[in-house]
């Protein structure tokens, strides 16, 4: 299967997903709308028993009758097995379960899913011992790029367990590491604060001072990463007026002259919306996908260079700026916002409104 196939198959997936999460009530039922589905996606006969084989005998000791839900034979070896859950159920508590049918198994990876969460699991601590924190967790809601690439490594063309082992360690301590930088950055710790201030403040770091200091560096840290990402938009913007500059001119320069001038004045500041819009969605869609339409009552962010496939209008003027987002019956919702930097508040629901088409 071609990478086009893989993703066209995926998006279908994930709008199966979204459409039906409210209607699947049952294990079962989930097990066939989300997860079975998607391992056929990545290449599996899932009708062949001998490759695909629902309720694997995982015995453990002395326990008869263990049963995993699914296992992935390879050559002969169950190589993943599979544990699912109901679509409306959390994962949390029950990995312990997924352990002990690891022991019992010769498989290599193990997956903990309720067709929406997926957490990868392997043995990088203790061979043979399955780790108690996930080397991946993937959510079909909020799919990345970097998701997208790890799971077609388990796809069967691409499957080789000795490279996803190798990537393991790392992709667990780079998602730690994220993590832990994400905490310290909404909620400073005190240690990271000393750490901080011990180059910038000379007195002794008491409690009132590292507290006095705890809004001053994550208002630096947000700061930092604005500034960062307005950098980001700038070369883009650089970069799309550079390729406006290198742009064909028309065969007739003089049917152009003769045109009737147009009322239609794309500012600067639409332009910025545009970028940071994109930006937002940037994680999620492919870029060229994310365009623009300027019209005399508001610029609308479209989805393909289709109106009728708006993400969301702006009304950018020096005296009123309004975000316009699509409601439910066709209405919208309009928010005010003072400046262009309130767009990445109502992140989420750009990605909603993008999501309708992608």
């Known amino acids: 299967m071609s990478s086009v196939e893989f993703l066209a198959g995926l998006k279908q997936l994930i709008k199966r997903i979204e459409t039906n999460q409210s209607s699947v009530l049952t294990e079962e039922a989930t097990k066939m709308s989300f997860i079975v589905p998607l391992f056929q996606l990545l290449g599996y006969d899932v009708f062949d028993s001998s490759e695909f084989v629902p309720e694997y005998t995982a015995d453990v000791g002395t ?32 990995d312990s379960q997924l352990i002990r049918y690891f022991h019992a198994t010769s498989a290599k990876f193990a997956i903990l899913t309720n067709g929406i969460i997926y957490r990868f699991f392997t043995d990088l601590d203790d061979p043979n011992k399955m780790d108690e924190k996930p080397f991946l967790e993937i959510n079909m809601l909020d799919l990345k790029d970097s998701h997208i690439n790890e799971l077609k490594k388990f796809a069967k063309e691409n499957f080789d367990a000795s490279k996803i082992f190798g990537s393991a360690s790392e992709l667990k301590y780079t998602n730690s590491t994220k993590q832990r930088i994400i905490q310290e950055l909404e909620n400073p710790s005190d240690g990271f604060i000393k750490f901080i201030i011990s180059d910038v403040y000379d007195g002794v770091k008491v409690q009132r001072i590292i507290d006095d200091f705890r809004p001053i560096i994550k208002n630096a840290f947000t700061q930092y990463i604005n500034e960062l990402i307005d950098e980001r938009l700038k070369r883009a913007m650089e970069s799309q007026k550079a390729s406006d500059i290198k742009a064909e001119p028309p065969a007739d320069v003089s049917e152009v002259l003769e045109e009737a001038p147009s009322r239609i004045i794309t500012t600067e500041e639409e332009i910025q919306a545009f970028y940071i819009v994109k930006g937002i969605l940037s994680d999620t869609f492919p870029i060229e996908s994310i365009t623009y339409k300027d019209t005399e009552s508001y610029f609308v962010v479209t989805f393909d260079n289709n109106v009728r496939k708006w993400i969301c209008r702006l009304k950018l003027s020096e005296k009123i700026k309004y975000l316009i987002l699509p409601a439910h019956d066709n209405k919208t919702t309009v928010i005010n916002i003072a400046s262009l930097n309130e767009l990445y508040a109502h992140k989420q629901q750009i990605l909603d409104s993008a999501k309708r088409f992608g």
């Open 63 to 94: 326990k008869k009758g263990e049963k995993v839900d699914y296992a992935v034979v390879i050559n002969g070896e169950p190589t993943i097995i599979i544990e699912a859950k109901w679509c409306g159920e959390s994962l949390e508590k029950h």
